[in-house]
Protein backbone atom coordinates (compact mmCIF):
# COMPACT_ATOMS: atom_id res chain seq x y z
CA UNK A 1 0.00 0.00 0.00
CA UNK A 2 1.32 3.37 -0.60
CA UNK A 3 2.20 5.58 2.54
CA UNK A 4 0.72 8.58 3.50
CA UNK A 5 4.43 10.38 2.92
CA UNK A 6 4.59 8.99 -0.08
CA UNK A 7 0.73 10.65 -1.43
CA UNK A 8 2.18 13.51 -0.10
CA UNK A 9 5.09 14.05 -1.91
CA UNK A 10 3.52 12.29 -5.34
CA UNK A 11 0.57 15.43 -4.66
CA UNK A 12 3.55 18.24 -4.37
CA UNK A 13 5.21 17.02 -7.40
CA UNK A 14 1.87 16.79 -9.22
CA UNK A 15 0.41 20.62 -7.77
CA UNK A 16 4.47 21.58 -9.01
CA UNK A 17 4.01 20.14 -12.42
CA UNK A 18 0.21 22.20 -12.55
CA UNK A 19 2.06 25.40 -11.58
CA UNK A 20 4.58 25.44 -14.38
CA UNK A 21 2.63 23.56 -17.40
CA UNK A 22 -0.82 22.73 -16.68
CA UNK A 23 -2.81 25.52 -14.70
CA UNK A 24 -5.59 25.74 -11.58
CA UNK A 25 -7.72 22.46 -10.81
CA UNK A 26 -10.49 23.28 -13.32
CA UNK A 27 -9.41 23.73 -16.90
CA UNK A 28 -12.02 26.13 -17.28
CA UNK A 29 -10.04 28.87 -15.53
CA UNK A 30 -8.48 30.27 -18.58
CA UNK A 31 -7.94 34.32 -19.81
CA UNK A 32 -11.58 34.12 -20.98
CA UNK A 33 -13.43 32.97 -17.87
CA UNK A 34 -13.54 36.91 -17.30
CA UNK A 35 -16.19 39.95 -18.13
CA UNK A 36 -15.99 41.13 -21.62
CA UNK A 37 -16.08 44.42 -20.17
CA UNK A 38 -12.39 43.38 -19.06
CA UNK A 39 -11.69 43.10 -22.53
CA UNK A 40 -12.83 46.65 -23.99
CA UNK A 41 -11.22 48.32 -21.52
CA UNK A 42 -7.94 46.51 -22.46
CA UNK A 43 -8.10 47.67 -26.06
CA UNK A 44 -9.13 51.00 -24.85
CA UNK A 45 -6.18 51.30 -22.57
CA UNK A 46 -4.20 49.79 -25.78
CA UNK A 47 -5.72 52.15 -28.28
CA UNK A 48 -4.77 55.14 -25.71
CA UNK A 49 -1.20 54.00 -25.25
CA UNK A 50 -2.05 53.32 -21.60
CA UNK A 51 -2.05 49.61 -21.45
CA UNK A 52 1.63 49.44 -20.30
CA UNK A 53 1.07 52.05 -17.18
CA UNK A 54 1.73 50.35 -13.98
CA UNK A 55 -1.12 49.80 -11.72
CA UNK A 56 -1.50 48.56 -8.35
CA UNK A 57 -4.84 47.23 -7.11
CA UNK A 58 -6.42 45.62 -3.82
CA UNK A 59 -8.36 42.81 -3.84
CA UNK A 60 -10.44 43.10 -0.02
CA UNK A 61 -14.11 42.87 1.31
CA UNK A 62 -15.71 45.02 3.38
CA UNK A 63 -18.19 43.29 5.45
CA UNK A 64 -17.47 39.40 7.08
CA UNK A 65 -20.10 36.71 6.51
CA UNK A 66 -22.49 34.85 8.00
CA UNK A 67 -22.62 37.92 11.00
CA UNK A 68 -19.26 37.01 11.96
CA UNK A 69 -16.39 39.08 12.85
CA UNK A 70 -13.73 36.53 11.35
CA UNK A 71 -13.55 35.26 7.38
CA UNK A 72 -10.94 33.17 6.49
CA UNK A 73 -9.18 33.73 3.53
CA UNK A 74 -8.61 30.93 0.47
CA UNK A 75 -8.01 30.69 -3.14
CA UNK A 76 -4.95 31.95 -3.33
CA UNK A 77 -2.90 28.43 -4.33
CA UNK A 78 -5.63 27.79 -7.76
CA UNK A 79 -5.04 32.00 -8.40
CA UNK A 80 -1.51 32.08 -8.32
CA UNK A 81 -1.59 28.55 -11.04
CA UNK A 82 -3.77 30.81 -13.07
CA UNK A 83 -1.28 33.25 -13.19
CA UNK A 84 1.25 31.11 -13.98
CA UNK A 85 -0.28 29.65 -17.15
CA UNK A 86 -2.01 33.02 -18.07
CA UNK A 87 -1.29 33.04 -21.87
CA UNK A 88 -4.02 33.43 -24.90
CA UNK A 89 -4.47 30.70 -27.36
CA UNK A 90 -4.95 31.70 -31.43
CA UNK A 91 -8.23 30.44 -30.52
CA UNK A 92 -9.17 32.41 -27.76
CA UNK A 93 -7.49 35.75 -29.67
CA UNK A 94 -9.97 35.13 -32.64
CA UNK A 95 -12.96 34.54 -30.09
CA UNK A 96 -12.35 37.80 -28.57
CA UNK A 97 -11.67 39.69 -32.18
CA UNK A 98 -15.37 38.43 -32.91
CA UNK A 99 -16.61 39.18 -29.38
CA UNK A 100 -15.54 42.98 -29.08
CA UNK A 101 -18.10 45.64 -29.74
CA UNK A 102 -16.50 47.05 -32.77
CA UNK A 103 -13.45 45.68 -35.27
CA UNK A 104 -10.34 45.86 -33.50
CA UNK A 105 -6.51 47.13 -34.88
CA UNK A 106 -4.54 43.71 -35.68
CA UNK A 107 -2.16 45.46 -33.72
CA UNK A 108 -4.74 44.97 -30.74
CA UNK A 109 -4.30 41.26 -31.35
CA UNK A 110 -0.69 40.76 -31.77
CA UNK A 111 -0.61 42.77 -28.07
CA UNK A 112 -3.17 39.61 -26.91
CA UNK A 113 -0.55 37.26 -28.59
CA UNK A 114 2.51 38.01 -26.53
CA UNK A 115 0.64 38.95 -23.12
CA UNK A 116 1.41 36.81 -20.13
CA UNK A 117 2.08 37.78 -16.68
CA UNK A 118 5.74 38.08 -16.31
CA UNK A 119 5.35 42.06 -15.62
CA UNK A 120 2.94 40.99 -12.65
CA UNK A 121 3.61 41.25 -8.83
CA UNK A 122 1.49 39.46 -6.34
CA UNK A 123 1.56 39.82 -2.62
CA UNK A 124 -1.38 38.32 -0.36
CA UNK A 125 -2.02 37.45 2.74
CA UNK A 126 -1.04 33.81 3.65
CA UNK A 127 -3.46 31.05 2.42
CA UNK A 128 -5.56 29.96 5.43
CA UNK A 129 -5.19 33.20 7.50
CA UNK A 130 -7.80 34.96 9.27
CA UNK A 131 -8.37 38.09 7.69
CA UNK A 132 -10.49 41.39 7.81
CA UNK A 133 -12.49 43.87 5.95
CA UNK A 134 -10.52 46.17 4.07
CA UNK A 135 -7.41 44.76 4.61
CA UNK A 136 -6.20 43.36 0.63
CA UNK A 137 -5.98 39.86 0.71
CA UNK A 138 -4.28 40.41 -2.55
CA UNK A 139 -2.04 43.61 -3.99
CA UNK A 140 -1.56 42.58 -7.64
CA UNK A 141 0.97 44.98 -9.21
CA UNK A 142 1.82 44.83 -13.36
CA UNK A 143 0.98 46.69 -16.67
CA UNK A 144 -3.05 47.76 -16.30
CA UNK A 145 -4.42 46.24 -19.25
CA UNK A 146 -2.50 42.71 -17.89
CA UNK A 147 -3.93 43.26 -14.36
CA UNK A 148 -7.37 44.27 -15.59
CA UNK A 149 -7.63 40.98 -17.68
CA UNK A 150 -6.87 39.05 -14.39
CA UNK A 151 -9.50 40.84 -12.32
CA UNK A 152 -12.48 38.41 -12.84
CA UNK A 153 -11.16 35.75 -12.71
CA UNK A 154 -9.09 36.32 -9.42
CA UNK A 155 -12.56 37.43 -7.29
CA UNK A 156 -14.12 34.12 -8.47
CA UNK A 157 -11.31 32.34 -7.74
CA UNK A 158 -11.19 33.89 -4.16
CA UNK A 159 -14.70 34.84 -3.13
CA UNK A 160 -16.41 31.41 -2.94
CA UNK A 161 -13.68 29.85 -1.71
CA UNK A 162 -13.38 32.24 1.44
CA UNK A 163 -16.65 32.22 1.86
CA UNK A 164 -17.22 28.43 2.40
CA UNK A 165 -13.72 28.01 4.40
CA UNK A 166 -15.40 30.71 6.56
CA UNK A 167 -18.67 28.53 6.31
CA UNK A 168 -17.11 25.59 7.89
CA UNK A 169 -14.77 27.28 10.12
CA UNK A 170 -18.11 28.34 11.81
CA UNK A 171 -19.26 24.92 11.90
CA UNK A 172 -15.78 23.31 13.33
CA UNK A 173 -16.29 26.01 16.06
CA UNK A 174 -19.25 25.34 17.38
CA UNK A 175 -19.17 21.82 17.06
CA UNK A 176 -15.61 22.00 19.33
CA UNK A 177 -12.42 20.50 18.56
CA UNK A 178 -12.93 16.83 19.50
CA UNK A 179 -15.52 16.24 17.03
CA UNK A 180 -14.98 14.50 13.47
CA UNK A 181 -16.74 16.66 10.56
CA UNK A 182 -17.40 15.64 7.68
CA UNK A 183 -18.24 17.33 4.25
CA UNK A 184 -21.10 15.24 2.25
CA UNK A 185 -22.07 17.97 0.04
CA UNK A 186 -21.26 17.01 -3.65
CA UNK A 187 -24.43 15.91 -4.76
CA UNK A 188 -26.11 19.47 -3.48
CA UNK A 189 -23.02 21.49 -4.32
CA UNK A 190 -23.32 24.23 -7.22
CA UNK A 191 -22.19 21.95 -10.14
CA UNK A 192 -18.64 19.91 -10.39
CA UNK A 193 -16.82 22.79 -9.75
CA UNK A 194 -18.56 23.70 -6.88
CA UNK A 195 -18.10 20.53 -5.37
CA UNK A 196 -14.50 19.76 -5.76
CA UNK A 197 -14.02 23.61 -4.20
CA UNK A 198 -16.36 22.95 -1.36
CA UNK A 199 -14.66 19.76 -0.15
CA UNK A 200 -10.96 21.50 -0.64
CA UNK A 201 -11.89 24.66 1.34
CA UNK A 202 -13.78 23.01 3.63
CA UNK A 203 -11.15 21.00 4.78
CA UNK A 204 -8.87 23.94 4.94
CA UNK A 205 -11.75 25.52 7.49
CA UNK A 206 -11.24 22.56 9.80
CA UNK A 207 -13.37 19.72 8.31
CA UNK A 208 -12.05 16.27 8.29
CA UNK A 209 -12.28 14.07 5.75
CA UNK A 210 -15.10 14.22 2.76
CA UNK A 211 -17.55 11.90 1.00
CA UNK A 212 -16.22 13.12 -2.57
CA UNK A 213 -13.93 10.73 -4.33
CA UNK A 214 -12.14 13.27 -6.81
CA UNK A 215 -11.41 15.56 -4.21
CA UNK A 216 -9.60 12.90 -2.16
CA UNK A 217 -7.60 11.84 -5.44
CA UNK A 218 -6.61 15.75 -6.50
CA UNK A 219 -5.92 16.85 -2.77
CA UNK A 220 -5.27 14.08 -0.43
CA UNK A 221 -8.11 15.03 1.44
CA UNK A 222 -9.46 11.78 3.24
CA UNK A 223 -12.13 9.84 2.51
CA UNK A 224 -14.89 8.76 4.36
CA UNK A 225 -18.14 6.93 3.44
CA UNK A 226 -19.96 3.76 4.13
CA UNK A 227 -23.34 2.73 2.41
CA UNK A 228 -27.46 4.41 2.03
CA UNK A 229 -30.43 3.40 2.48
CA UNK A 230 -30.34 1.44 -1.13
CA UNK A 231 -27.67 -0.66 0.18
CA UNK A 232 -30.32 -1.35 3.20
CA UNK A 233 -33.53 -1.77 1.24
CA UNK A 234 -32.03 -4.01 -1.33
CA UNK A 235 -31.33 -7.11 0.60
CA UNK A 236 -34.69 -9.16 1.15
CA UNK A 237 -33.00 -11.60 3.86
CA UNK A 238 -30.01 -13.69 5.05
CA UNK A 239 -30.34 -16.51 2.50
CA UNK A 240 -29.76 -14.08 -0.28
CA UNK A 241 -26.11 -13.72 1.27
CA UNK A 242 -23.75 -16.51 -1.12
CA UNK A 243 -20.16 -16.25 0.27
CA UNK A 244 -20.48 -16.95 4.54
CA UNK A 245 -17.30 -17.21 5.90
CA UNK A 246 -14.48 -14.79 7.19
CA UNK A 247 -10.75 -15.31 8.12
CA UNK A 248 -10.34 -13.15 11.59
CA UNK A 249 -8.75 -10.49 11.56
CA UNK A 250 -5.16 -12.16 12.64
CA UNK A 251 -5.78 -14.85 10.09
CA UNK A 252 -5.49 -17.57 12.06
CA UNK A 253 -9.24 -19.30 11.84
CA UNK A 254 -11.89 -18.47 9.40
CA UNK A 255 -15.51 -18.77 10.93
CA UNK A 256 -17.53 -20.78 7.54
CA UNK A 257 -20.59 -18.82 8.67
CA UNK A 258 -20.76 -16.02 9.80
CA UNK A 259 -24.26 -15.28 9.10
CA UNK A 260 -25.04 -18.05 11.82
CA UNK A 261 -23.01 -16.48 14.12
CA UNK A 262 -24.49 -13.27 13.88
CA UNK A 263 -27.73 -14.22 14.48
CA UNK A 264 -26.81 -16.41 17.41
CA UNK A 265 -25.59 -12.78 18.73
CA UNK A 266 -28.95 -11.48 18.08
CA UNK A 267 -30.50 -14.40 19.74
CA UNK A 268 -28.55 -13.70 22.79
CA UNK A 269 -30.13 -10.18 23.41
CA UNK A 270 -33.56 -11.88 23.37
CA UNK A 271 -32.35 -14.10 26.25
CA UNK A 272 -30.51 -11.71 28.30
CA UNK A 273 -32.36 -9.80 31.43
CA UNK A 274 -30.41 -6.44 30.72
CA UNK A 275 -32.27 -5.80 27.32
CA UNK A 276 -35.46 -7.21 28.70
CA UNK A 277 -38.56 -4.82 26.57
CA UNK A 278 -36.04 -3.26 24.39
CA UNK A 279 -35.74 -5.97 21.67
CA UNK A 280 -38.19 -7.95 19.67
CA UNK A 281 -38.24 -9.32 16.42
CA UNK A 282 -35.78 -7.14 14.22
CA UNK A 283 -36.10 -6.17 10.17
CA UNK A 284 -34.13 -9.50 8.84
CA UNK A 285 -33.56 -7.71 5.42
CA UNK A 286 -31.53 -5.26 7.37
CA UNK A 287 -29.64 -7.67 9.18
CA UNK A 288 -29.00 -9.25 5.83
CA UNK A 289 -27.67 -5.93 4.41
CA UNK A 290 -25.50 -5.24 7.62
CA UNK A 291 -23.97 -9.09 7.58
CA UNK A 292 -23.34 -8.39 4.28
CA UNK A 293 -21.65 -4.91 4.55
CA UNK A 294 -19.35 -6.68 7.16
CA UNK A 295 -18.46 -9.50 5.09
CA UNK A 296 -16.99 -6.90 2.41
CA UNK A 297 -15.73 -4.67 4.76
CA UNK A 298 -14.81 -5.89 8.43
CA UNK A 299 -12.33 -3.21 9.37
CA UNK A 300 -14.29 -0.95 8.45
CA UNK A 301 -17.95 -1.67 9.33
CA UNK A 302 -20.22 1.62 9.95
CA UNK A 303 -24.11 0.99 9.22
CA UNK A 304 -26.41 3.46 8.38
CA UNK A 305 -29.67 2.45 11.29
CA UNK A 306 -32.94 4.49 10.34
CA UNK A 307 -33.87 2.53 7.14
CA UNK A 308 -36.80 0.73 9.81
CA UNK A 309 -36.21 1.46 13.05
CA UNK A 310 -33.28 2.54 15.18
CA UNK A 311 -33.90 1.41 18.16
CA UNK A 312 -35.87 -1.67 17.12
CA UNK A 313 -34.34 -2.60 14.92
CA UNK A 314 -31.05 -1.25 13.73
CA UNK A 315 -29.28 -1.10 16.88
CA UNK A 316 -29.59 -4.28 17.53
CA UNK A 317 -28.80 -5.53 14.04
CA UNK A 318 -25.94 -3.24 13.96
CA UNK A 319 -24.75 -4.75 17.61
CA UNK A 320 -25.45 -7.94 16.16
CA UNK A 321 -22.89 -7.73 13.60
CA UNK A 322 -20.22 -5.82 15.43
CA UNK A 323 -20.03 -8.64 18.30
CA UNK A 324 -19.90 -11.30 15.60
CA UNK A 325 -17.15 -9.40 14.30
CA UNK A 326 -15.55 -9.33 17.95
CA UNK A 327 -15.51 -12.64 18.00
CA UNK A 328 -13.19 -12.55 14.59
CA UNK A 329 -11.09 -9.74 16.71
CA UNK A 330 -12.65 -6.68 14.12
CA UNK A 331 -13.37 -4.30 16.01
CA UNK A 332 -16.51 -2.26 14.08
CA UNK A 333 -16.26 1.81 13.71
CA UNK A 334 -20.40 2.44 14.84
CA UNK A 335 -23.20 3.84 13.15
CA UNK A 336 -24.62 6.38 11.51
CA UNK A 337 -28.07 8.40 11.86
CA UNK A 338 -29.67 10.14 9.44
CA UNK A 339 -33.11 10.70 10.65
CA UNK A 340 -35.30 11.55 13.69
CA UNK A 341 -34.57 13.04 16.79
CA UNK A 342 -30.97 13.19 16.95
CA UNK A 343 -29.97 13.97 20.36
CA UNK A 344 -32.62 11.45 22.03
CA UNK A 345 -31.39 8.62 19.18
CA UNK A 346 -27.67 9.12 19.89
CA UNK A 347 -28.24 9.09 23.72
CA UNK A 348 -29.97 5.72 23.71
CA UNK A 349 -28.03 4.61 21.41
CA UNK A 350 -25.01 5.21 23.69
CA UNK A 351 -26.73 3.49 26.44
CA UNK A 352 -27.51 0.40 24.38
CA UNK A 353 -23.56 -0.07 23.49
CA UNK A 354 -22.52 0.49 26.94
CA UNK A 355 -25.38 -1.82 28.13
CA UNK A 356 -22.98 -3.88 25.64
CA UNK A 357 -20.45 -4.02 26.91
CA UNK A 358 -20.87 -4.38 30.32
CA UNK A 359 -23.27 -7.43 29.90
CA UNK A 360 -21.13 -9.37 27.52
CA UNK A 361 -17.43 -8.07 28.72
CA UNK A 362 -16.64 -6.24 25.17
CA UNK A 363 -13.53 -3.63 25.63
CA UNK A 364 -14.29 -0.16 24.06
CA UNK A 365 -17.55 -1.12 22.48
CA UNK A 366 -19.55 1.62 24.70
CA UNK A 367 -17.50 3.95 22.81
CA UNK A 368 -18.50 3.08 20.00
CA UNK A 369 -18.71 5.93 17.26
CA UNK A 370 -22.00 7.60 16.68
CA UNK A 371 -22.01 9.53 13.19
CA UNK A 372 -25.20 12.41 12.06
CA UNK A 373 -26.32 13.42 9.12
CA UNK A 374 -29.31 14.72 7.87
CA UNK A 375 -29.66 18.87 6.63
CA UNK A 376 -27.22 20.00 9.36
CA UNK A 377 -25.94 23.26 9.79
CA UNK A 378 -24.62 26.26 12.50
CA UNK A 379 -27.77 26.28 14.26
CA UNK A 380 -28.81 22.46 14.80
CA UNK A 381 -25.34 21.92 15.58
CA UNK A 382 -25.86 24.85 18.56
CA UNK A 383 -29.30 23.21 19.36
CA UNK A 384 -28.02 20.17 19.56
CA UNK A 385 -25.06 20.98 21.90
CA UNK A 386 -27.68 22.66 24.42
CA UNK A 387 -30.31 19.76 24.41
CA UNK A 388 -27.02 17.38 25.26
CA UNK A 389 -25.86 14.47 22.74
CA UNK A 390 -23.43 11.40 22.14
CA UNK A 391 -22.48 12.17 18.84
CA UNK A 392 -18.75 11.57 17.71
CA UNK A 393 -18.86 12.93 14.50
CA UNK A 394 -21.20 15.41 11.60
CA UNK A 395 -21.91 14.78 7.88
CA UNK A 396 -22.64 17.67 6.56
CA UNK A 397 -24.00 19.01 3.12
CA UNK A 398 -26.19 21.27 1.77
CA UNK A 399 -26.10 24.05 4.18
CA UNK A 400 -22.26 23.82 4.40
CA UNK A 401 -21.11 23.60 0.63
CA UNK A 402 -24.01 26.24 -0.81
CA UNK A 403 -23.60 28.60 1.89
CA UNK A 404 -27.38 28.98 2.64
CA UNK A 405 -27.10 31.96 5.01
CA UNK A 406 -25.34 33.87 2.95
CA UNK A 407 -25.05 33.81 -0.86
CA UNK A 408 -21.93 35.62 -1.93
CA UNK A 409 -18.53 37.44 0.30
CA UNK A 410 -18.85 40.37 -2.04
CA UNK A 411 -14.76 40.67 -2.90
CA UNK A 412 -14.54 43.63 -4.76
CA UNK A 413 -11.11 44.78 -7.01
CA UNK A 414 -9.79 48.42 -6.62
CA UNK A 415 -6.97 50.28 -8.03
CA UNK A 416 -5.34 51.96 -5.97
CA UNK A 417 -2.24 53.67 -7.76
CA UNK A 418 -1.09 54.17 -11.25
CA UNK A 419 2.00 55.66 -12.35
CA UNK A 420 2.95 55.63 -8.44
CA UNK A 421 -0.12 58.01 -8.21
CA UNK A 422 -2.45 56.84 -5.39
CA UNK A 423 -6.47 57.04 -6.66
CA UNK A 424 -9.13 56.62 -4.70
CA UNK A 425 -13.12 55.59 -5.47
CA UNK A 426 -15.39 58.19 -3.88
CA UNK A 427 -18.95 56.50 -3.28
CA UNK A 428 -22.13 58.58 -0.80
CA UNK A 429 -21.96 54.79 0.96
CA UNK A 430 -18.86 55.36 3.14
CA UNK A 431 -18.02 51.51 3.26
CA UNK A 432 -17.50 51.95 -0.49
CA UNK A 433 -14.97 54.34 -0.10
CA UNK A 434 -11.78 52.38 -1.72
CA UNK A 435 -8.38 52.91 0.88
CA UNK A 436 -5.59 54.20 -1.69
CA UNK A 437 -2.21 53.86 -2.77
CA UNK A 438 0.04 50.38 -2.23
CA UNK A 439 0.00 49.57 1.19
CA UNK A 440 1.23 47.86 3.64
CA UNK A 441 -0.30 45.55 6.78
CA UNK A 442 0.40 44.38 10.02
CA UNK A 443 -1.28 42.40 12.31
CA UNK A 444 -0.67 43.73 16.22
CA UNK A 445 -0.69 41.49 19.00
CA UNK A 446 -1.48 42.36 22.49
CA UNK A 447 0.12 40.84 25.90
CA UNK A 448 -2.17 38.10 26.42
CA UNK A 449 -1.39 36.81 22.64
CA UNK A 450 -4.55 37.68 20.97
CA UNK A 451 -4.51 39.84 17.84
CA UNK A 452 -5.61 43.42 18.85
CA UNK A 453 -5.62 45.35 15.36
CA UNK A 454 -4.87 45.09 11.98
CA UNK A 455 -3.42 48.28 10.82
CA UNK A 456 -2.41 49.61 7.44
CA UNK A 457 0.41 52.27 6.46
CA UNK A 458 1.63 53.50 3.79
CA UNK A 459 4.45 51.57 1.63
CA UNK A 460 7.10 53.98 2.50
CA UNK A 461 6.09 54.58 6.33
CA UNK A 462 8.41 52.72 9.05
CA UNK A 463 6.79 49.59 10.76
CA UNK A 464 5.45 49.59 13.84
CA UNK A 465 7.71 48.02 16.24
CA UNK A 466 7.43 45.74 19.63
CA UNK A 467 6.33 47.87 22.66
CA UNK A 468 6.39 51.34 20.55
CA UNK A 469 3.38 52.58 20.99
CA UNK A 470 1.51 53.38 17.84
CA UNK A 471 -1.54 55.45 17.24
CA UNK A 472 -4.12 53.48 15.02
CA UNK A 473 -7.03 55.44 13.13
CA UNK A 474 -10.12 54.26 11.96
CA UNK A 475 -9.76 54.84 8.01
CA UNK A 476 -13.26 57.47 7.73
CA UNK A 477 -14.45 57.77 11.49
CA UNK A 478 -12.17 61.02 13.30
CA UNK A 479 -13.47 60.56 16.57
CA UNK A 480 -12.43 56.10 16.67
CA UNK A 481 -9.01 55.99 17.56
CA UNK A 482 -6.59 54.47 19.85
CA UNK A 483 -3.13 53.81 20.76
CA UNK A 484 -1.45 50.73 20.47
CA UNK A 485 1.41 49.17 22.05
CA UNK A 486 2.36 45.87 20.50
CA UNK A 487 4.23 43.04 22.26
CA UNK A 488 4.28 41.20 18.26
CA UNK A 489 3.96 42.62 14.38
CA UNK A 490 3.29 40.05 11.91
CA UNK A 491 3.61 41.68 8.51
CA UNK A 492 0.51 40.20 6.47
CA UNK A 493 1.50 40.15 2.57
CA UNK A 494 4.09 38.42 1.04
CA UNK A 495 4.99 37.97 -2.56
CA UNK A 496 3.69 34.74 -4.20
CA UNK A 497 4.31 35.83 -7.93
CA UNK A 498 6.88 38.00 -8.95
CA UNK A 499 7.03 37.03 -12.58
CA UNK A 500 10.25 37.98 -14.29
CA UNK A 501 11.53 40.35 -11.46
CA UNK A 502 13.83 38.21 -9.83
CA UNK A 503 12.22 39.04 -6.32
CA UNK A 504 12.36 36.17 -3.60
CA UNK A 505 8.66 34.57 -3.54
CA UNK A 506 7.17 32.29 -0.80
CA UNK A 507 6.60 28.90 -2.08
CA UNK A 508 2.85 27.38 -1.99
CA UNK A 509 2.13 25.09 1.08
CA UNK A 510 0.59 21.65 0.87
CA UNK A 511 -3.17 21.49 1.76
CA UNK A 512 -2.49 19.93 5.34
CA UNK A 513 -0.28 23.32 6.09
CA UNK A 514 -2.66 25.87 4.96
CA UNK A 515 -5.19 23.98 7.24
CA UNK A 516 -3.39 23.47 10.08
CA UNK A 517 -3.07 27.39 9.96
CA UNK A 518 -6.57 27.94 10.16
CA UNK A 519 -6.55 25.84 12.75
CA UNK A 520 -3.47 27.95 14.72
CA UNK A 521 -5.00 31.26 13.72
CA UNK A 522 -8.14 30.63 14.54
CA UNK A 523 -7.35 29.38 17.94
CA UNK A 524 -5.39 33.03 18.56
CA UNK A 525 -8.51 35.17 18.08
CA UNK A 526 -10.31 36.75 21.34
CA UNK A 527 -13.05 34.26 22.36
CA UNK A 528 -15.77 37.22 22.13
CA UNK A 529 -14.46 38.10 18.20
CA UNK A 530 -15.41 34.18 18.08
CA UNK A 531 -18.99 34.45 19.19
CA UNK A 532 -21.78 32.99 17.18
CA UNK A 533 -23.68 35.59 18.00
CA UNK A 534 -23.14 39.52 18.97
CA UNK A 535 -19.29 39.16 18.57
CA UNK A 536 -16.88 42.27 19.49
CA UNK A 537 -16.38 44.14 16.18
CA UNK A 538 -12.30 43.43 15.61
CA UNK A 539 -10.69 46.43 14.47
CA UNK A 540 -9.01 47.31 11.39
CA UNK A 541 -7.23 50.33 11.30
CA UNK A 542 -4.82 52.86 9.49
CA UNK A 543 -1.94 54.99 10.80
CA UNK A 544 -2.34 58.46 11.24
CA UNK A 545 -0.43 59.83 8.53
CA UNK A 546 -2.69 57.28 5.73
CA UNK A 547 -5.14 58.82 7.70
CA UNK A 548 -4.30 62.47 6.91
CA UNK A 549 -3.66 61.60 3.13
CA UNK A 550 -6.74 59.48 2.73
CA UNK A 551 -8.82 62.41 3.67
CA UNK A 552 -6.36 65.16 1.62
CA UNK A 553 -6.94 62.86 -1.30
CA UNK A 554 -10.48 62.20 -0.66
CA UNK A 555 -11.50 66.34 -0.63
CA UNK A 556 -9.09 67.04 -3.19
CA UNK A 557 -10.93 64.81 -5.81
CA UNK A 558 -14.38 64.86 -4.79
CA UNK A 559 -16.42 67.79 -7.08
CA UNK A 560 -17.19 71.26 -5.07
CA UNK A 561 -20.97 71.76 -5.35
CA UNK A 562 -22.34 75.62 -6.38
CA UNK A 563 -25.62 76.48 -4.59
CA UNK A 564 -27.46 79.18 -6.17
Request: proline share 5%.
Amino acid sequence: MESMEGRENGLMDERRCRLVNGGPTNPMVTPLLTDLYQYTMAYAYWKAGKHNDRAVFDLFFRKCPFGGEYTVFAGLEECIMFIANFKLTEENISFIRDALPSNCEEGFLDYLRKLDCSDVEVYAVPEGSVVSPRVPLLRVEGPIAVVQLLETTLLNLVNYASLVATNAARHRFVAGKSKILLEFGLRRAQGPDGGISASKYCYIGGFDATSNVLAGRLFGIPLRGTHSHAFVSSFMSPDEIVYKSLQSFDGSTTCEDFVGLVQTWLNKFQWSSSFSGTHGETNQSELAAFTSYALAFPNNFLALVDTYDVLRSGIPNFCAVALALSDLGYKAVGIRLDSGDLAYLSCESRRFFRAIEKEFKVPGFGKMCITASNDLNEETLDHLNKQGHEIDAFGIGTYLVTCYVQAALGCVFKLVEINNQPRIKLSEDVSKVSIPCKKRCYRLYGKEGYPLVDLMTGENEPPPKVAERILCRHPFNESKRAYVVPQQVVELLKCYWSGSSGKAREELPPLKDIRDRCMKQLEQMRPDHMRRLNPTPYKVSVSGKLYDFIHFLWLNEAPVGELQ
